[in-house]
């Protein structure tokens, strides 16, 4: 599908976006460079504190830092949107500045106490800037770049994670003096961070009025209730936490696999982190690339399908490679091509941004860390219930890809958007080679008709993955009620409608359906011709759209499908197999026309002039694409 794209590599080098890029990546380089320091320091000197060993400190330490999540991240989300978030982000990365310093102090004085407070001040700070940093994207990026700006953050986030954890590994072997690199490192990555800070473009606060509450349990509680409202922002939570739940578990029992099954070296956890982090990073890129700008839910399944397939590969090759020289290909291919992981996060990221509210996104968005920080705390216990049982890191792998096609089964049948959008997206890039122009026209909020000429059994389909905003379709009762389709469309809210000579009832039924769906801010797509052209030609619009403006006066925006008649799915296919499958389709979208006084024929009209042919169109129809149907 042929649409306006945004490049990563141009948005890196825009002020708007490098600031907060560069303040993210040195934050989580800084937070694992740290905690992996911390975890060393403590296993190869055998530190112990409050009568606990280094085994259980070590475990200890992932507590620590993810306990102010629990605690912070309802404060937090409230902050974000009472006060303009850029002059948060400065604030929180100064102070990292200042719990660095304290940072290098503890290691310096090998302070194991202090050392934990810094840890848990961390976490505090990670906790603060999680609803800023993704809250303030929509409001720096514009619609088209924000999966762009999120497949970064993902992959800058994957990338310092793997540095900072590298960074850590390497220092401390150095001995004594290593850790004088380890403080002179945290403290420039903090000050560099900081600076970047200062040229982020300042934004008005959300909601300026709001009332922050500084209680814990009953905001996070209420935080939870708010975000449970809108179903799709709440399984996307959900999504995003099970992935984080899912990653946990895989990283805690990398070293484990490597030492018992693989019989590997240090050497070796860091090479496949190294594949990991590369790979999830690439899958965020990647899922910006395949969604053309713009959300595509339909990435999601792909992406929850890829991780299935990995953990199953992983735990068969485990399980069946007679020495680890047969296992180990295996994974670290799999580790490698696993951008499974960033193709479901970025959608699920990006749909909370977009289909929240501006005035309590930070607050969403920090009600999706506390979740997140829930399902990693559940993982970790899961994990440890299930050693205890004797479980073998094989067996542990195929149980989490089952679990996690169930898992990714049950919100697919709780919100079917996800598949259908998947259907749409496959009909786009798989079925036909789609190009849209003018997508800008279809209004981002608020209601409006969208109108079209109809060609094939899946206009609706074409015309749904070409715009962001969900659709209530306007189709036949026969078609729509048809046991092969009836539960594909439940999800798309298809509103059936039939002639007054056929029906009567439904005809009255649909109307107040569109009027209801128009009156709550809802984009309504008709066919006015009320049947598939039969010879590629368009009919006389009827005038039921008069009725619908004369209760509704909302904008119209004119489409027209071209290129789809004798496709599979019109009244005369082509016995042709390449005109059946990759044809060139065409959708034009003209700007939006005012309702007042539009007329079925004016409107007709105004379709056919977005169909007709430029001059340029006009010459290459002389000398037709090979394949191209109709």
Partial sequence: MTMSRTSTGRLLGDRRFWPLFVAQFFGAFNDNFFKSTLVLLLTFREATFAGLGARELVALAGGVFILPYFLFSAFAGQLADKYPKATLIRWVKLAEVGVLLLGSLSFALGSTGLSFAVLFLLGTQAALFGPLK???????????????????VELGTFLAILCGTLAGGLLVSLGPAGMHWVSGLLLTCSLLGWAATLRLRAAPAAEPSLVVERRILRPTARL??????ERALWQSILGISWFWLLGSVVLSVLPSLVKGELHGSEGIVTYFLALFSIGVGAGSVLAEKLSYSRLELGLVPLGSLGITLFLADAGAALALAPSAA???????????????????TVPLYTLLQERSEEKTRARIIAANNVLNAVFMVAGALLLTGLFALGLSIPALLVGCAALNLAVALYIYTVLPEFLLRLLCYGLAHLLYRLRVAGAEHVPAKGAAVLVANHVTFVDWMVIACAT?????FVMDNAYANAWLVRRVLADAKVIPIASAKVNPEVLEAAFG???????AGELVCIFPEGRLSSDGQMAAFRRGIERILASDPVPVVPMHLSGLFGSHFSRAPSRRLWGRLWGRVELKIGSPLAP?????QALEEHVQQLGAPTSTQAVAASDPVPGTPG
């Fill in 134 to 152: 993704y809250g303030v994207l929509p409001e720096l990026l514009s619609s088209t770049e924000l999966v762009a700006g999120n497949a970064l």
């Fill in 224 to 229: 939870i209730g708010r975000a449970r409202r």
């Fill in 326 to 344: 047969g296992a180990a290909p295996a994974l670290a291919l799999g580790a490698f091509v696993d951008s499974s992981l960033g193709l479901f």
């Fill in 468 to 472: 962001q905003r969900p659709i209530r």
């Fill in 513 to 519: 359906s569109i009027s209801g769906a128009l009156g």
């Fill in 596 to 600: 007042e006084g539009l007329t079925a």
